[in-house]
């Protein structure tokens, strides 16, 4: 049956099915240890790699285990995919012959579905390398041949599936990929013709489902004419007597409505149209019956299919809600007893909303006692933006400005789903256990799209909603408060920032009053989540509004709570923050609540003296002092408490200075000025008012205190993860640009010889990333003054300083065996800040010892040879920024040429080994940028040792020839071929054939 292939011993072939049954069929009394399945494993793949393997394909698929029978398959699979280059070509035919004829027998004999699976995709990978020139119509001569050997129907449904999958997303280059799909093309007819023959309550539902999961795969492929024979049919088949066949046939629908032959609401007559008629006789039974009794699996899949409608036809509904239109449908799914009786468009658009409200409102909590409303939620986003495009024919116009027009349904409709939802979001009762999930928010994504339509109706529907439920007599439903407090949050970001009389009502002291002050802690928690989030809105009162200072009120007392303390924090941090100016003429009043303190968490305290900070800030500068003094001292003072007690409570203290680090980084942050936009043209705010009370030796002293309390934490915990967090946000925090300067403000470079201190203790990536950031600090490209400053000696001695402590203690550390590749983030935070200082302070590399300088340029050179991809990108990144800026400055003289003179060699020698495979691919591009940099300031040099090393014995091995590396140079150094550009191409092409890419979209992806 198989001469061509290698004959081999039954003694052999029963070895190799014993080591195969070993590894499928281990013993239940002695199972396979994790160190005997990976040599099993290991011996089968070792086994499928030689040639002789190709001698097990047949007596596999003649066993009678059916895990040797998949075995057998999966070889062939195996083999034509990596092994299709030894093959000899002139047996190709009968292998082909040999495959189709083991996979009829196979059929025949009932193997296991898995066994034919693979036996299928065998033969699209054989179809993939030979067809068409090798193997014409392969997709209907295999489908001839095993319907000739007596197939079922549905097993060639299945193999016509596997074909789609397997082809259509074959990776091959573009020409030879559209020769492959113009053979899926050629099969279209026999494929529609079995799925067609298929769409039938009298097949089994096994071989409708295979039907449909066939018709998803070629959906891609088949055209518009060959796909609409098919819709009529599988609307029929939506008979929810019939559960199994129903949830298929909306599966297929739904594939159809989103397919690309669909798309943008294409096909309507032959897909809405019909639909919302279908709609109008099924629909209700179904969704009252679910509203009832609790949705089941027709439900669930109705509710899919309208969801699958709206996403579809979201412009149709729109353009057709007010239209007195008849429809006209190209069949019609249901009976009709005369064209006469037909229904307008509007009526099935209002029938299709109604169900869709059906099922958003379904009876109970979502997750709990149904899982189908949260699937209607992405429609009314759609239907929104759809609204606002929408195009009205001519003959509807007239019905627009009534209303029954387009806008007044919309906001009927629009305006119940407000009030359903209100429901839906409502918290159940202790006795019930919400799933956690993102519900609650997804809904409150909806409600914006709500309020777009209906704005200031539905503000005012909860506002009255809220105040009825708030005033009238008898006991309160807090749960039914809370859900409207929800969802008049949740749709807060949609709100323009301008007066607003229900926004007015909502914050007066009669609605703040009639919340609970004790007790409720959800209503309560989620009223301070939404004065927070309203901060901004507060900005539009006029100056000493009651309103303000209501909602400040409010928030201060729920601080003394321990449940709401957080919420309550939160929210009084983003009302300081946004309304500094009005709040500031009442100072003292925040003097009181930070006297009030005392019972309050640090966590929380933290945001209190941030929001007291906010405020503080818009004082004139002077009038800061002693408010700061006030705020910061305390802070300082437990800060140097809790070093003083480490020795006797070690955790403790620990635990108290990362809590007041955190508290300083919040008082930081909030004198921080919040606006964020400034002239490049202006001089930096150096505003002499700042300064002068930065002067005050109250400040020079709180300052001085401030370095001493954090150069001391750093000695004592630098070794600390919790610690070096803080202090890390800290100094992004406590350090500025001139125009930002506060009275704490610190300069960078104390902060940086901290740093250097904790790295030389424990080097870790927080060290070099703070060094990063203060080395920016000491910049002066932050004047704008000039596009060459001139950096002061001073500040050049000390980032000279400095820089040469963490190149040491780097260095150091890395030249440990193993160190590099373990610490990936140190290598790419010590690139970063190198690349950093190379950008600012280039000089500094000249001022270090030679010796340092050589040991550091080859820690960047090994560092691109990493693996690890972030480590290699920081390496070259560095060497591409410090090429650049030592070849521009002039005044560095001759010996800004040292680096290229002592390594560029090494360089170039790292560069072309990355391209010819070392390098993962996807940092080819920023090694390009290193090389074409390399060779457009040195390109003398450069080809010379482009030459040198691509032709040297030494070379690592790679797939690209002598012609290859000859077109390489000759491209890069080629006339006109100076642009970035074209080198970036030529290292590319040089890519592809050293790593033997060619013909792969991988291989031209870049």
Same mark, same amino acid.
């Given at each position: 049956?198989?001469?061509?292939?290698?004959?081999?011993?039954?003694?052999?072939?029963?070895?190799?099915?014993?080591?195969?049954?070993?590894?499928?069929?281990?013993?239940?009394?002695?199972?396979?240890?994790?160190?005997?399945?990976?040599?099993?494993?290991?011996?089968?793949?070792?086994?499928?790699?030689?040639?002789?393997?190709w001698?097990?394909?047949?007596?596999?698929?003649?066993?009678?285990?059916?895990?040797?029978?998949?075995?057998?398959?999966?070889?062939?699979?195996?083999?034509?995919?990596r092994?299709?280059?030894?093959?000899?070509?002139?047996?190709?035919?009968?292998?082909?012959?040999?495959?189709?004829?083991?996979?009829?027998?196979?059929?025949?004999?009932?193997?296991?579905?898995?066994?034919?699976?693979?036996?299928?995709?065998?033969?699209?990978? =054989?179809a993939?390398?030979?067809? *068409?020139?090798?193997?014409?119509?392969?997709?209907? @001569?295999?489908? #001839?041949? !095993? /319907? &000739?050997?007596?197939?079922?129907?549905?097993?060639?449904?299945?193999?016509?599936?596997?074909a789609?999958?397997?082809?259509?997303?074959?990776?091959?280059?573009?020409?030879?990929?559209?020769?492959?799909?113009?053979?899926?093309?050629?099969?279209?007819?026999?494929v529609?013709q079995?799925?067609?023959?298929?769409?039938?309550?009298?097949?089994?539902?096994?071989?409708?489902?295979?039907?449909v999961?066939c018709?998803?795969?070629?959906?891609?492929?088949?055209?518009?004419?060959?796909?609409?024979?098919?819709?009529?049919?599988?609307?029929? =088949?939506?008979?929810?007597?019939? *559960?199994?066949?129903?949830?298929?046939?909306?599966? @297929?629908?739904? #594939?159809? !409505? /989103? &397919?690309?032959?669909f798309?943008?609401?294409?096909?309507?007559?032959i897909?809405?149209?019909?639909l919302?008629?279908?709609?109008?006789?099924?629909?209700?039974?179904i969704?009252?019956e679910?509203?009832?009794?609790?949705?089941?699996?027709?439900?669930?899949?109705?509710?899919?299919?309208?969801?699958?409608?709206?996403?579809h036809?979201?412009?149709?509904l729109?353009?057709?809600?007010?239209?007195?239109?008849?429809?006209?449908?190209?069949?019609?799914?249901?009976?009709?007893?005369?064209?006469?009786?037909?229904?307008?468009?509007s009526? =099935?658009?209002?029938?299709?909303?109604?169900?869709?409200?059906?099922?958003?409102?379904?009876?109970?909590?979502?997750?709990?006692?149904?899982?189908?409303?949260?699937?209607?939620?992405?429609?009314?986003?759609?239907?929104?933006?759809?609204?606002?495009?929408?195009?009205?024919?001519?003959?509807?116009?007239?019905?627009?400005?009534?209303?029954?027009g387009m806008?007044?349904?919309?906001?009927?409709?629009?305006?119940?789903?407000?009030?359903?939802?209100?429901?839906?979001?409502r918290?159940?009762?202790?006795?019930?256990?919400?799933?956690?999930?993102?519900?609650?928010?997804?809904?409150?994504?909806?409600?914006?799209?709500?309020?777009?339509?209906?704005r200031?109706?539905? =503000?005012?529907?909860?506002?009255?909603?809220?105040?009825?439920?708030?005033?009238?007599?008898?006991?309160?439903?807090?749960?039914?408060?809370?859900?409207?407090?929800?969802?008049?949050?949740?749709?807060q970001?949609?709100?323009?920032?301008?007066?607003?009389?229900?926004?007015?009502?909502?914050?007066?002291?009669?609605?703040?009053?009639?919340?609970?002050?004790?007790?409720?802690?959800?209503?309560?928690?989620?009223?301070?989540?939404?004065?927070?989030?309203?901060?901004?809105?507060?900005?539009?009162?006029?100056?000493?509004?009651?309103?303000?200072?209501?909602?400040?009120?409010?928030?201060?007392?729920?601080?003394?709570?321990?449940?709401?303390?957080?919420?309550?924090?939160n929210?009084?941090?983003?009302?300081?923050?946004?309304?500094?100016v009005?709040?500031?003429?009442?100072?003292?009043?925040?003097?009181?609540?930070?006297?009030?303190?005392?019972?309050?968490?640090?966590t929380?305290?933290?945001?209190?003296?941030?929001s007291?900070?906010?405020?503080?800030q818009?004082?004139?500068?002077?009038?800061?002092?002693?408010?700061?003094?006030?705020?910061?001292?305390?802070?300082?003072?437990?800060?140097?408490?809790?070093?003083?007690?480490?020795?006797?409570?070690?955790?403790?203290?620990?635990?108290?200075?990362?809590?007041?680090?955190?508290?300083?980084?919040?008082?930081?942050?909030?004198?921080?000025?919040?606006?964020?936009?400034?002239?490049?043209?202006?001089?930096?705010?150096?505003?002499?008012?700042m300064?002068?009370?930065?002067?005050?030796?109250?400040?020079?002293?709180?300052?001085?205190?401030?370095?001493?309390?954090?150069?001391?934490?750093?000695?004592?915990?630098?070794?600390?993860?919790?610690?070096?967090?803080?202090?890390?946000?800290?100094?992004?925090?406590?350090?500025?640009?001139?125009s930002?300067?506060t009275l704490?403000?610190?300069?960078?470079?104390?902060?940086?010889?901290?740093?250097?201190?904790?790295?030389?203790?424990?080097?870790?990536a927080?060290?070099?990333?703070?060094?990063?950031?203060?080395?920016?600090?000491?910049?002066?490209?932050?004047?704008?003054?000039s596009?060459?400053?001139?950096?002061?000696?001073?500040?050049?001695?000390?980032?000279?300083?400095?820089?040469?402590?963490?190149?040491?203690?780097?260095?150091?550390?890395?030249?440990?065996?193993?160190?590099?590749?373990?610490?990936?983030?140190?290598?790419?935070?010590?690139?970063?800040?190198l690349?950093?200082?190379?950008?600012?302070?280039?000089?500094?590399?000249?001022?270090?010892?030679?010796?340092?300088?050589?040991?550091?340029?080859?820690?960047?050179?090994?560092?691109?040879a990493?693996?690890?991809?972030?480590?290699?990108?920081?390496?070259?990144?560095?060497?591409?920024?410090?090429i650049?800026?030592?070849?521009?400055s002039?005044?560095?003289?001759?010996?800004?040429?040292?680096?290229?003179?002592?390594?560029?060699?090494?360089?170039?020698?790292?560069?072309?080994?990355?391209?010819?495979?070392s390098?993962p691919?996807?940092?080819?591009?920023?090694?390009?940028?290193?090389?074409?940099?390399?060779?457009?300031?040195?390109?003398?040099?450069?080809?010379?040792?482009m030459?040198?090393?691509?032709?040297?014995?030494?070379?690592?091995?790679?797939?690209?020839?002598?012609?290859?590396?000859?077109?390489?140079?000759?491209?890069?150094?080629?006339?006109?071929?100076?642009?970035?550009?074209?080198?970036?191409?030529?290292?590319?092409?040089?890519?592809?054939?050293?790593?033997g890419?060619?013909?792969?979209?991988?291989?031209?992806?870049?």
């Amino acid at each position: 049956m198989a001469a061509f292939l290698p004959a081999l011993p039954p003694s052999d072939v029963r070895r190799a099915a014993e080591l195969v049954y070993q590894s499928f069929n281990p013993s239940s009394t002695r199972p396979l240890s994790s160190e005997e399945q990976r040599r099993l494993s290991s011996e089968l793949f070792e086994l499928q790699r030689q040639w002789q393997a190709w001698g097990l394909v047949v007596p596999f698929l003649e066993h009678s285990d059916q895990n040797v029978q998949f075995f057998g398959a999966h070889t062939i699979q195996v083999k034509i995919a990596r092994d299709w280059d030894t093959f000899p070509q002139d047996q190709v035919g009968e292998l082909k012959a040999l495959i189709l004829n083991l996979t009829a027998r196979s059929i025949a004999l009932g193997h296991s579905k898995a066994t034919l699976r693979k036996l299928f995709v065998a033969l699209c990978s =054989l179809a993939i390398k030979l067809a *068409p020139s090798r193997w014409p119509q392969w997709i209907p @001569a295999t489908v #001839s041949l !095993l /319907s &000739s050997h007596g197939t079922p129907p549905m097993v060639i449904i299945e193999f016509l599936e596997i074909a789609a999958e397997e082809a259509y997303s074959a990776d091959l280059l573009p020409l030879r990929k559209a020769e492959l799909n113009a053979t899926l093309r050629e099969a279209v007819p026999i494929v529609a013709q079995a799925i067609g023959s298929s769409i039938s309550l009298s097949v089994s539902e096994r071989q409708f489902e295979s039907a449909v999961k066939c018709l998803e795969a070629w959906l891609p492929i088949i055209p518009t004419n060959e796909l609409n024979p098919l819709i009529q049919p599988l609307v029929g =088949l939506l008979k929810p007597s019939s *559960p199994a066949h129903f949830v298929s046939a909306v599966s @297929a629908i739904n #594939s159809i !409505l /989103s &397919s690309a032959a669909f798309a943008d609401g294409a096909g309507s007559r032959i897909t809405t149209e019909p639909l919302l008629l279908w709609l109008t006789e099924w629909g209700h039974s179904i969704t009252s019956e679910a509203a009832r009794d609790g949705p089941g699996e027709v439900a669930n899949a109705l509710c899919k299919l309208l969801a699958a409608l709206g996403e579809h036809s979201s412009e149709y509904l729109a353009q057709n809600i007010a239209s007195q239109q008849r429809v006209d449908p190209a069949f019609y799914p249901v009976s009709m007893a005369s064209s006469s009786s037909l229904r307008t468009r509007s009526q =099935l658009v209002l029938n299709y909303m109604r169900l869709m409200l059906s099922f958003t409102s379904l009876p109970g909590y979502y997750g709990v006692d149904e899982e189908e409303s949260e699937m209607t939620l992405g429609f009314w986003y759609t239907f929104q933006e759809a609204l606002w495009s929408a195009e009205v024919s001519e003959e509807d116009r007239s019905y627009q400005e009534s209303e029954n027009g387009m806008m007044e349904v919309s906001k009927a409709i629009y305006s119940e789903l407000a009030t359903v939802l209100r429901t839906k979001v409502r918290w159940p009762s202790e006795k019930i256990r919400w799933p956690k999930g993102n519900y609650r928010r997804d809904v409150g994504d909806t409600l914006i799209n709500a309020y777009y339509v209906l704005r200031g109706d539905m =503000l005012a529907y909860y506002l009255n909603d809220l105040s009825d439920r708030l005033f009238k007599p008898g006991s309160t439903e807090w749960e039914e408060v809370e859900a409207t407090l929800h969802c008049i949050m949740s749709i807060q970001e949609a709100l323009p920032v301008e007066p607003d009389d229900h926004l007015s009502r909502l914050f007066s002291q009669d609605i703040l009053d009639a919340l609970p002050t004790s007790g409720h802690p959800r209503v309560r928690r989620t009223m301070l989540v939404l004065i927070g989030s309203y901060a901004s809105w507060f900005t539009t009162l006029p100056y000493g509004s009651p309103l303000l200072f209501n909602v400040i009120s409010f928030v201060a007392n729920a601080l003394l709570d321990p449940s709401l303390c957080l919420p309550a924090a939160n929210a009084l941090r983003d009302l300081c923050d946004n309304n500094r100016v009005a709040l500031a003429s009442h100072i003292a009043a925040f003097g009181e609540l930070h006297a009030g303190l005392l019972g309050i968490p640090e966590t929380e305290k933290a945001k209190v003296l941030q929001s007291i900070a906010s405020v503080i800030q818009a004082l004139p500068p002077n009038e800061e002092i002693a408010p700061v003094a006030t705020i910061v001292s305390p802070i300082v003072s437990k800060l140097f408490e809790a070093i003083q007690s480490s020795t006797q409570f070690f955790e403790d203290s620990r635990n108290l200075a990362v809590q007041q680090l955190q508290t300083l980084t919040g008082v930081a942050k909030g004198l921080t000025r919040t606006s964020e936009t400034f002239d490049l043209d202006d001089a930096p705010d150096d505003s002499p008012v700042m300064e002068s009370a930065r002067q005050v030796p109250q400040m020079i002293q709180l300052r001085e205190q401030i370095v001493e309390a954090i150069r001391a934490t750093i000695q004592l915990w630098s070794t600390d993860a919790y610690v070096s967090d803080a202090i890390s946000e800290l100094f992004k925090s406590i350090t500025a640009l001139p125009s930002d300067i506060t009275l704490i403000s610190l300069p960078p470079a104390p902060l940086l010889e901290c740093v250097c201190r904790a790295a030389q203790r424990d080097l870790t990536a927080v060290w070099l990333s703070l060094a990063n950031t203060l080395i920016m600090q000491l910049s002066p490209l932050s004047t704008f003054k000039s596009l060459r400053p001139v950096v002061d000696p001073t500040t050049l001695t000390i980032v000279c300083e400095y820089t040469t402590v963490l190149v040491e203690t780097t260095l150091t550390m890395l030249s440990i065996p193993g160190n590099m590749q373990e610490n990936p983030e140190i290598v790419r935070e010590f690139f970063h800040f190198l690349e950093k200082v190379s950008h600012h302070f280039v000089a500094v590399f000249f001022q270090v010892p030679q010796a340092i300088f050589d040991v550091l340029i080859s820690c960047a050179i090994t560092s691109m040879a990493l693996t690890e991809r972030y480590s290699l990108v920081a390496a070259s990144s560095f060497l591409t920024s410090l090429i650049n800026r030592i070849y521009a400055s002039e005044d560095l003289g001759d010996s800004r040429h040292t680096l290229i003179h002592r390594h560029g060699s090494a360089i170039m020698r790292s560069l072309l080994v990355g391209f010819a495979g070392s390098a993962p691919k996807s940092t080819v591009a920023n090694l390009g940028d290193l090389f074409a940099v390399f060779v457009s300031k040195y390109p003398v040099e450069s080809k010379a040792w482009m030459t040198q090393i691509l032709y040297g014995d030494d070379f690592t091995h790679s797939k690209a020839g002598a012609e290859a590396k000859e077109t390489f140079i000759k491209t890069v150094y080629a006339p006109g071929s100076g642009t970035f550009q074209r080198r970036r191409e030529a290292v590319r092409q040089f890519t592809i054939v050293a790593r033997g890419q060619e013909g792969s979209n991988f291989g031209h992806a870049w």
